[in-house]
């Protein structure tokens, strides 16, 4: 991936929308992050991840524009420093030529990370997911019975069963991981319209249609 192509794209979005959009490979979660620490720089704040796609193997990063004084001056303190970055100059918290944080910017672009996974891992596991997953289970058990094998359907259901619930009590483990570090990194634990918890920045309400930071 070209770093400067990749970062003039951004500043494109950046400077004609009020979304923008950050979307890799669902595997590139660090990658994605990076940018969105790059973004952040230029008064915009993160949002929420989604994977998606066949087989969900796309991950997009959501941000926003943030209109508050200190996003502002952030933004202008970035063009000024940062002149020709995306046209082979320096750009805010990117190494020279790569998407790689500098060493000052791990830590927050470590963060953005824990929250895309977070939000991508919340949303696999959240109510009608879980659902979905267990009604597909009783639909699988049910085509079996249907056949009369009532055997072979007891012990698909067990053993599915045991799979499923295996599943999601991993994935509960590593969320409650990434919400203790989110939590002591001051971000704020809510829940959204479909009952699943995300974490946001101080002062910063659930993004929607509109842009999560106005009123």
């Known amino acids: 991936m070209n770093a400067d192509r990749t970062i003039s794209k951004l500043l494109r979005q950046i400077a004609t929308q009020d979304v923008v959009e950050i979307t890799d490979s669902a595997t590139a979660t660090g990658r994605v992050a990076a940018q969105v620490y790059f973004v952040e720089q ?9 994977r998606h796609g066949h087989n969900k193997q796309l991950l997009t990063a959501f941000l926003y524009r943030d209109p508050s004084p200190e996003a502002r001056a952030r933004e202008a303190a970035a063009i000024a420093a940062h002149p020709r970055a995306g046209n082979g100059g320096a750009a805010p918290g990117l190494r020279p030529g790569t998407l790689k944080p500098l060493p000052e910017a791990e830590a927050a672009v470590a963060l953005a990370k824990d929250r895309i996974a977070f939000d ?3 949303q696999a596991a959240g109510p009608r997911q879980k659902a979905m997953a267990w009604a597909m289970l009783g639909v699988a058990v049910a085509a079996i019975l249907i056949t009369g094998k009532y055997l072979v359907a007891l012990g698909t259901g067990v053993v599915l069963g045991g799979l499923l619930m295996g599943f999601f009590t991993l994935g509960e483990a590593r969320r409650r991981k990434l919400a203790q570090r989110l939590t002591a990194a001051g971000f704020v634990a809510v829940r959204d319209e479909h009952g699943v918890q995300r974490f946001l920045a101080p002062g910063q309400q659930l993004p929607g249609h509109a842009n999560p930071f106005a009123g």
């Open 42 to 50: 230029y008064g915009f704040a993160y949002g929420e991840a989604q």
């Open 120 to 122: 991508v891992m919340a």
